[in-house]
C-alpha cells in the first residue's frame, strides 16, 4: 500500500505493507521491564543467563509496544484505534540489540455490529528481526470510518 | 488462590484472583503514547476532545502493559512466560486518573505440544476500573514448568 488510507471502503483485501525498522538497545528493554514487567529476566544479565532464554530478553509487551509504534509512525493508516487483538503469538526471543519491523496484510473487512458509519479492517501482522525471524504475529482488528455519504 | 503458584500440576482449573490496583496518571499516559503509540488522541488534551474519545484516553497497550505488572507483581505466579494472548479486546476508554486492577481465573490446563516438561496454563484475565468496568479482556497463555519426578 503507497498511499496513507483513511477510510473503511478504501482497504484492499489482500493488500500487504512494511514498516520501517526499530533497533532496540538494553536500556529500553530494562526500562520497559522495570515499569512494566519486571521479572527478572528481562532486568539483569545474570539471571537472564540462568533463565529458560539463557541471557537478558525483551518483555513480549515491549515486543507489541514497538510494532505497534513502527505502525503508527509507518503513516499507512491514519487512525489506528484498535478494538482487539486475535491470536498474538511470541514465536522467538526478542534480545538487546535485535531490529525489528512489521509487515502486514489486510485479510478482512466485517461490519462492527451497532454501527453503519465504521467498519472492522483485521490486519494479520508479523513482526520480524533482522534475521527475517517471525518473532511476534497477531491479527489487529481496527475501527475505521467509513467513507461519508455525498 | 493464596499461595504462590510455580508448577504446571498445581493450578487448580476455576481458581480466581485478583491484584492490586495502579492509578494511571496524565504523564504515564503521555510518556507511554510518546514512546509506543504516539497518537493525538494519547499525547494532546486537545487532540483528545476533537476526536471519537472527547478527551485524552491512555493506548490500549499501555492498559496491557499495565495489566502486566500488575500480574508479576503480584506475585501469584512464580514465572510468567507468555505463549501468547487470545481474544484480547478493549472494552471501554482508559483515561489519566483511573485506577486498575486485574481479576483473573485459571480457565484450562493443556498440553505444550512437543513437551512433556511443561504445560499451558490458560487464564482468563478481565482489567478493570474503579467503577467495576470491564476495560480490556484476554486470555493469556502462560508456559509452567511441570513438577520434577522424584
Redesign the interface.
Given at each position: 500500500m503507497e498511499q496513507q488510507l483513511q477510510y473503511f471502503d478504501e482497504f484492499p483485501v489482500g493488500a500487504t505493507f512494511e514498516t520501517a525498522r526499530h533497533t532496540l538497545d538494553r536500556a529500553e528493554c530494562v526500562a520497559?521491564a522495570q515499569?512494566?514487567?519486571?521479572?527478572p529476566f528481562h532486568l539483569d544479565d545474570a539471571a537472564g543467563a540462568r533463565s529458560?532464554f539463557g541471557t537478558l530478553v525483551a518483555?513480549?509487551?515491549l515486543t507489541?509496544?514497538?510494532s505497534?509504534?513502527l505502525l503508527?509512525?509507518s503513516g499507512t493508516v491514519r487512525?489506528?484505534?484498535?478494538?482487539?487483538?486475535?491470536?498474538?503469538?511470541?514465536h522467538a526471543v526478542v534480545k538487546p540489540g535485535d531490529t525489528l519491523r512489521v509487515r502486514g496484510k489486510v485479510v478482512e473487512l466485517r461490519d462492527w455490529p451497532g454501527s453503519t458509519r465504521s467498519g472492522i479492517v483485521r490486519v494479520a501482522m508479523e513482526t520480524l528481526n533482522q534475521d527475517d525471524r517471525v518473532v511476534m504475529s497477531q491479527i489487529a482488528n481496527v475501527l475505521v470510518p467509513r467513507r461519508p455519504p455525498g
Open positions: 520497559f515499569a512494566y514487567d519486571p521479572q529458560v518483555s513480549g509487551w507489541a509496544a514497538v505497534m509504534r503508527v509512525t487512525s489506528l484505534v484498535g478494538t482487539g487483538i486475535d491470536d498474538l503469538r511470541w
